[in-house]
């Protein structure tokens, strides 16, 4: 589980204020001030604009996933009140101090390590998508759990909360596009169509197929794999719910990420072409049927827009201008950048090799830049830099600005629950089935984590 965070503040180092090792013409960290400096090389020149410019339109906004399509029902985020959109970065941070002291033990604040600073320093837990999930399951006698992440990370602590508990996403943009790219309608097609194709294949006890969707998704695709036997997993405990689903099913439908569902059984053993990728667009995926009834892992046609930045070229360079380089890359990124790396895994994977590092390392590391520059400025006896050397945050993360943090507090403090994610009673106990299957396959997969 994420490990509750005993605050500091006076001693904190803040990102972008590593001593200097590394070589600023390949690193850029983003400012600790609202948005990210327009100084900065960044992906988008959105990022110098505050986050509520983008509140209205049909897009995810500025970073890693601009370009790719919003779901036409994806939530949107109502105007936020001017107070919040006009005071300054030291202000938002009192009034979210003062909020959090007035409410105590009445909320409290997880955080995702994709997170920006001045959105971590308020956070109570800090983990990955796994060990907020568990953190949701702790905090049984908070009133409100204010989430710093994404929509399904919300969702999921809702299905996982007290039915008396209000989970609050601080900004209803805040989703997620990996997440957003399989939908009910069409995961049910698919599974109706692959139960159609290998319906005359041999079976041998055990199911045709198993659903195993990443915790990035929608609450009702966990609740799909709740009601089909199915399971759901995270980037930190993949590779032990793939082998319950093979012990349990011929073959698993893994989605919405193809990344790390390739990573992951190949790294058990599974041959690229046992893992046909199902494009909801065409008939049976894009597969003949007796792909599908060889398969044993069918790959959705989904991926994370900010781990698909990076490359093969990217980590050569990083070897040529730092021999012995460390590098290693979060499993959504492309097997062939998995394969080029040293290693790959989970953001709490990353955070515990860098903070395990014995001897000074050079590191370069394949994930979100909040977290990467976090790593660099609480690890100045390591260097550390980002394989990207464009700053491209995720869209969605970055969302999460501290007005509206200060905004879902302070309304807290008047009685009022703005921002509420719930899940319906019947996919959350379906959902919740899948969920607690994952948190008895892998109850303690992952040793606690703490402020990255
Ligand atoms: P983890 O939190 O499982 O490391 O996944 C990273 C991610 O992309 C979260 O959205
Ligand atoms: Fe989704 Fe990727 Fe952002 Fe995670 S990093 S929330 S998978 S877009």
């Known amino acids: 589980m994420a490990v509750r965070i005993a605050h500091r503040r006076s001693n904190r180092p803040q990102a972008g204020r590593a001593r200097g090792r590394i070589d600023p013409a390949r690193f850029h960290a983003p ?53 919040y959109r006009e005071a300054s970065a030291e202000e938002l941070a009192a009034r979210i101090r003062t909020a959090k002291a007035t409410l105590g033990d009445r909320v409290v604040i997880l955080g995702h390590f994709y997170q920006r600073d001045d959105i971590v320093e308020h956070a109570d837990f800090l983990g990955d998508s796994f060990q907020l999930a568990n953190a949701a399951l702790t905090v049984q006698d908070a009133e409100a759990i204010v989430f710093c992440g994404v929509h399904f990370m919300a969702e999921t602590a809702d299905v996982l909360a007290r039915p008396e508990q209000a989970v ?56 799909f794999c709740g009601r089909n036997g199915g399971i759901v997993c995270t980037s930190s405990n993949a590779a ?24 992951t059984a190949r790294a058990m053993g599974v041959p690229d072409e046992a893992m046909p990728m199902w494009n909801p667009a065409l008939p049976l995926g894009g597969n003949s049927p007796q792909a599908l009834a060889d398969a044993r892992v069918i790959l ?11 490359t093969v070229e990217q980590i050569a360079r990083a070897r040529a201008e730092y021999p012995g380089v460390r590098v290693i890359v979060h499993p959504e ?19 515990k090799a860098v903070q395990g590092a014995k001897e000074p390392t050079t590191f370069a590391i394949g994930t979100e830049i909040n977290m990467v520059s976090r790593l660099a400025a609480q690890h100045p006896e390591h260097t550390i830099f980002c394989l990207d050397p464009v700053v491209c945050p995720c869209s969605t993360m970055y969302r999460i600005h501290p007005g509206y943090l200060a905004w879902v507090l302070e309304e807290l403090v008047a009685g009022r629950v703005v921002n509420r994610i719930t899940v319906g009673d019947d996919a ?18 992952t040793p606690p984590g703490g402020k990255a």
């Not at 990124?333 to 955070?351: H, N, Q």
């Not at 959350?428 to 997969?445: C, H, N």
């Open 31 to 83: 400012a600790r001030s609202n948005t990210i400096s327009a100084t900065s090389v960044s992906c988008d020149p959105g990022l110098s604009q505050p986050t509520w410019s983008f509140d209205a339109l049909p897009t995810y906004g500025p970073g890693a996933s601009l370009a790719d399509p919003l779901p036409a029902l994806a939530p949107r985020q109502g105007a936020l009140p001017a107070t």
């Open 168 to 223: 609050i996403l601080p900004n209803l943009a805040a989703g997620c596009s990996m997440a957003d790219m399989a939908n009910i309608d069409d995961v049910e097609a698919a599974w109706e169509q692959i139960l159609a194709a290998v319906a005359d294949s041999p079976g041998d006890g055990r199911q045709p197929i198993i659903p195993v969707t990443y915790m990035n998704s929608a609450a009702n695709l966990k609740a």
């Open 240 to 263: 032990a719910v793939l082998q319950w689903a093979f012990e349990r099913g011929q073959r698993v439908l893994f989605f919405p990420d193809q990344h790390l569902g390739r990573n």
């Open 300 to 310: 959705w046609h989904g991926f994370c827009s900010v781990h698909r930045r990076f």
């Open 333 to 351: 990124c492309p097997a062939p950048v998995v394969d080029a790396a040293d290693e790959s895994g989970s953001t709490d994977y990353i955070l």
């Open 428 to 445: 959350s106990a379906d959902a919740r089935l899948a969920l607690e299957r994952m948190l008895a396959a892998v109850p303690s997969a």
